[in-house]
C-alpha cells in the first residue's frame, strides 16, 4: 500500500461543495474555450488508463477524447483482455499500472473494487460508474442544470424509478449542492437504507435541501424542478429484467407525469434510454429534455476533473 498524496474521485463525497462549485466553473470555461477553438494543453504528456468491466459509450469516449483535447492520451483497458479478467488482483494490478499512467478511470461491478484499485494505487482513481456511484455523470447534470436554470440550490428535484446507483449519487449531491430531493420508487428498490439514513442526517436541520422517500411518481413530480430518471434494469441485473419491468410498469415518466410539474422543469436522463419503458419518446424528444446537453456536459466536466486530479 502506498500513502496517499493525491486525491480520487469514488463518489460525490469525496469533493467539498467549494471543489464542486470549482469543478463546474472550470467545465464552463473548457466549454466556452473549445467553442471558440481556444487550444489547451494543461494535460499535455499525461496518460490516463481507463478500466472498463462493463460497457460504455458516452464515459469512454467523453475521457478518451477529453485527454486528448487537453494534450494527453488514454488507454482503453478492457477487463477482459488484460490479466486481471484472468484472476490478476485488483491490488497488483494497481501497483503496476501506477508504474505506467498518471490516472486511472475505472468503470465496475462492485464498490468495494474501486476502494481496493483506489488503496493500492498510487495514481488519482476516478469512478467511471460502479453498482453504487455514478459520480461524474452527476456532476455533467448538475453542470446542465446550471446552464438552463441557473443555481439548483432549494429547487425541487424528482427522480422517478429504481433505487440505483444513480439515485445514490443524487442523493449525495442533495448534500452537497442544496436541493430537495424525491425518490419515487416502487416496494423492493427503493436506494440502500443505510444511504438513505445517513443522507437524511446530513440534512437535519438545513432549510435548503431535503430528502423524501414516496412510492407515488406523482407526489414525486408535483411542483418539481428537474424530473430524473433511468434504466429500470442497470448493468448487471439483465436476469431480472422480465420481473423489473412488471415492478416499474407505474413508473414510467410521460407527458401526463410531466404535466404536473413546475412550469420550468427540465427532463433528465443519463443515457442509454429505454424508449416506451422507462420514458417516453415524447418526453425524451420533448422540449423540457435536456438529455443530449447532459451527454455532451459529460466531456467538459470530465476534463474539468481530470485537469483537478491529473495536472
Ligand atoms: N451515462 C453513461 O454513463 O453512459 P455510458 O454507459 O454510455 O458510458
Ligand atoms: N444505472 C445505469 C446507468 C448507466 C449509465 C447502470 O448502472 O447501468
Known amino acids: 500500500m502506498t500513502s ?6 469514488l463518489s460525490l463525497d469525496d469533493l467539498s461543495p467549494a471543489e464542486m462549485e470549482q469543478l463546474l466553473r472550470r467545465a464552463r470555461e473548457l466549454k466556452q474555450a473549445r467553442q471558440q477553438k481556444i487550444p489547451i494543453d494543461s494535460l499535455q504528456g499525461r496518460m490516463l488508463g481507463m478500466i472498463f468491466e462493463k460497457a460504455s459509450t458516452r464515459t469512454r469516449v467523453s475521457f478518451e477524447v477529453g485527454m486528448l483535447q487537453l494534450g494527453g492520451h488514454a488507454l482503453f483497458l478492457s477487463a477482459k483482455e488484460t490479466q486481471m479478467g484472468r484472476g490478476e488482483t485488483l491490488e497488483d494490478s494497481a501497483r503496476v499500472l501506477s508504474r505506467y499512467v498518471d490516472g486511472l478511470m475505472v468503470r465496475t461491478y462492485a464498490h468495494e473494487r474501486l476502494r481496493v484499485l483506489a488503496q493500492y494505487a498510487s495514481i488519482p482513481v476516478i469512478n467511471g460508474l460502479s453498482d453504487s456511484f455514478h459520480p461524474c455523470q452527476v456532476l455533467a447534470d448538475l453542470l446542465t442544470y446550471q ?3 441557473g443555481p439548483i440550490t432549494q429547487r425541487r428535484v424528482a427522480w422517478i424509478g429504481d433505487g ?3 439515485a445514490n449519487t443524487w442523493m449525495q449531491a442533495a448534500v452537497l449542492a442544496g436541493f430537495h430531493l424525491t425518490l419515487a420508487c416502487p416496494d423492493g428498490y427503493q436506494p440502500d437504507a443505510g444511504l438513505v439514513t445517513l ?3 446530513r440534512l437535519q436541520g438545513r432549510s435548503d435541501a431535503s430528502l423524501t422517500l414516496v412510492s407515488d411518481p406523482v407526489i414525486a413530480a408535483t411542483d418539481a424542478d428537474l424530473i430524473i430518471t433511468d434504466t429500470w434494469t442497470s448493468m448487471g441485473q439483465e436476469q431480472e429484467q422480465q420481473q423489473r419491468l412488471a415492478a416499474f ?6 407527458e401526463a407525469l410531466m404535466e404536473r410539474t ?3 422543469s427540465l427532463f433528465m436522463h443519463c443515457l442509454p434510454a ?4 422507462e420514458v417516453t419518446s415524447e418526453v ?9 446537453d447532459e451527454a455532451e456536459n459529460r466531456l467538459h466536466i470530465q476534463k474539468a476533473i481530470l485537469e483537478w486530479l491529473l495536472s
Do not use: I
Not at 496517499?4 to 474521485?9: G, I, N, S, T
Not at 429505454?274 to 419503458?277: D, Q, T
Open 4 to 9: 496517499k498524496d493525491h486525491r480520487d474521485l
Open 147 to 149: 446552464e438552463h436554470r
Open 164 to 166: 440505483n446507483n444513480m
Open 199 to 201: 443522507t437524511q442526517q
Open 249 to 254: 410498469s407505474g413508473y414510467q415518466v410521460n
Open 262 to 264: 413546475a412550469q420550468t
Open 274 to 277: 429505454h424508449r416506451g419503458e
Open 284 to 292: 425524451l424528444d420533448g422540449p423540457r429534455s435536456v438529455v443530449w
